[in-house]
Nanobody, 124 residues
Framework: QVQLVESGGGLVQAGGSLRLSCAAS????????MGWFRQAPGKEREFVAA????????AYSDSVKGRFIISRDNAKNTVYLQMNSLKPEDTAVYYC?????????????????WGQGTQVTVSS
């Protein structure tokens, strides 16, 4: 089992940047595929990005591709989401999630563990 704690959210102006972190408990972090999802007010939770166990492969939603970068540091049990060129439509609660199976997935149901989320607000 793994516990996930997100941090780094906040208020930023459009065009700005934020880096989210997700710290995982336990000594088996490197065995989990990791993902970031977000949920805007009144909307369903949606996929943002995912990264394989080694960090060698990543996937992004079309809405963030080219602006966001997912990375991980297995020595620090942490996954990151670097968010650049932020837009007001990026405003949401951002969640990190862990998947026990090897392949990354864009489906919420494929992830086994979730953090509590961190709020990101982008002002225009």
């Amino acid at each position: 089992q793994v516990q996930l704690v997100e941090s780094g959210g906040g208020l930023v102006q459009a065009g700005g940047s934020l880096r989210l972190s997700c710290a995982a408990s336990g000594r088996t972090f490197s065995s989990y595929t990791m993902g970031w999802f977000r949920q805007a007010p009144g909307k369903e939770r949606e996929f943002v990005a995912a990264i394989t166990r080694s960090g060698g492969s990543t996937a992004y939603s079309d809405s963030v591709k080219g602006r966001f970068i997912i990375s991980r540091d297995n020595a620090k049990n942490t996954v990151y989401l670097q968010m650049n060129s932020l837009k007001p439509e990026d405003t949401a609660v951002y969640y990190c999630a862990a998947r026990t199976l090897r392949l990354p997935s864009m489906r919420e149901l494929d992830y086994d563990y979730w953090g509590q989320g961190t709020q990101v607000t982008v002002s225009s």
